[in-house]
């Protein structure tokens, strides 16, 4: 159920890409203490992107997660910034975090909904 999406303008090797994929799931599986066979996460690559009158690296992240309570956000924000800088050398000044916790019958899994 927790969705990670990565968007970034910097381009990653398609190995590289892999190895990011598996420690932001890892991650994500960990800081919000539910199983990694539920977490989802998405990594778009080389998007034209511009933050800050600029087009240097830069990265926004959703992450969507039921039950995702508001004060975990500032820890999160910081795990995620901090896993996003070392992985892609962006800057945390240079990323955004959307988070969102839908209500449970608007998430759909397995032919049904949470």
């Excluded at 999406?5 to 991650?27: C, G, R």
């Excluded at 924000?77 to 996003?84: F, I, P």
Aim: proline fraction near 8%; aromatic fraction near 8%; charge should be negative.
């Amino acid at each position: 159920m927790p969705y990670l999406k990565i968007q970034t303008n910097i381009t990653i090797e398609p190995a590289t890409e892999q190895v990011i994929l598996k420690q932001l799931s890892e991650t994500v599986a960990n800081e919000l203490g539910k199983p990694e066979r539920y977490v989802m996460v998405v990594l778009e690559a080389g998007k034209p992107m511009f933050f800050a009158a600029n087009s240097d690296p830069a990265a926004y992240l959703e992450l969507k997660s039921l039950g995702l309570a508001e004060e975990t956000t500032p820890s999160l924000s910081a795990t995620l910034c901090g896993a996003v800088s070392q992985q892609l050398a962006i800057p945390g000044d240079r990323i955004y975090i959307e988070f969102s916790s839908p209500p449970r019958h608007m998430w759909g899994w397995n032919n049904a909904t949470f």
